[in-house]
């Protein structure tokens, strides 16, 4: 638990909340020059945010705790408002939901369902840490059976989903950060990339408060 402060560290949400449609994306159309769109770049994060210090000094066993912290620190139901915006950069609206992990199969693995009633939507996940490649490995499913997995470096805590299809046929990627670590409350920043990562536009900021253990 001592550690997690010093990270950024992401989650995964169902895509069916996520998916812009074809003609929202079209519309949106982000460019380098739009203020919404970051070049190939962490939003808003320093460099002491984002980074562990002398990260190629920690061993695999000290990765492997960090990871297993975090399992900790996250079992149980957390209250999640998530805020929305377009690829311009505008705020489209609010949704309120819940977010649960729960220990599966050991505390390596983990599982998370997340609700929002608004879109009548609910999406899962299993993660489990993966101590060969020192990565947490996480397959999403959404209610829509779209699916898609992601893996997270312990240590810089950055998430990146591998490329795949929307709804609507659209390729994106996915990224998720994690700020202000504490006991009760923690924030998330997800962002797209609809160019294979080459710019990145912020679809949401979560905020969740643990009900919880």
Same mark, same amino acid.
């Given at each position: ?15 069916g ?10 519309k ?6 739009? =203020?919404?769109?970051?070049?190939? $770049? ?9 980074t562990? *210090?002398?990260?190629s ?6 990765? &492997? ?11 149980? +139901?957390?209250? $999640? ?20 992990? $729960?220990?599966?199969?050991?505390n390596?693995?983990?599982?998370m369902?997340?609700?929002?009633? +608004?879109?009548?939507?609910?999406s ?10 020192? +990565?947490i ?25 591998? =490329?795949?299809l ?16 504490? &006991?009760?409350?923690? +924030?998330?920043?997800? &962002?797209? *990339?609809?160019? *294979?990562?080459?710019?990145w ?13």
């Amino acid at each position: 638990m001592k550690n997690l402060p010093n990270l950024i560290v992401a989650l995964g949400l169902g895509l069916g909340l996520l998916a812009l449609s074809a003609s929202e994306r079209a519309k949106a159309n982000p460019q380098a020059s739009n =203020p919404g769109v970051i070049e190939n $770049s962490e939003a808003g994060l320093s460099a002491s945010d984002a980074t562990i *210090s002398n990260p190629s000094a920690i061993n695999g066993s000290e990765i &492997e705790k960090v990871a297993l912290d975090l399992f900790t620190y996250q079992n149980g +139901k957390w209250a $999640s408002v998530w805020e929305m915006f377009d690829a311009a950069g505008n705020q489209t609206s609010t949704m309120i939901g819940t977010v649960e992990y $729960s220990s599966l199969l050991g505390n390596h693995t983990q599982k998370m369902t997340h609700v929002v009633p +608004k879109l009548n939507h609910k999406s899962s996940g299993i993660r489990g840490f993966n101590p060969i490649e020192n +990565k947490i490995v996480t397959f999403n499913m959404a209610d829509n059976g779209v699916y898609w997995k992601m893996q997270q470096d312990p240590l810089t805590g950055v998430t990146l989903s591998d =490329p795949h299809l929307t709804a609507d046929g659209t390729i994106i990627i996915q990224r998720y950060t994690r700020h202000s670590t504490n &006991e009760d409350r923690y +924030k998330v920043v997800m &962002e797209e *990339s609809l160019n *294979s990562g080459k710019t990145w536009f912020k679809r949401y900021d979560q905020t969740l408060t643990r009900k919880t253990k």
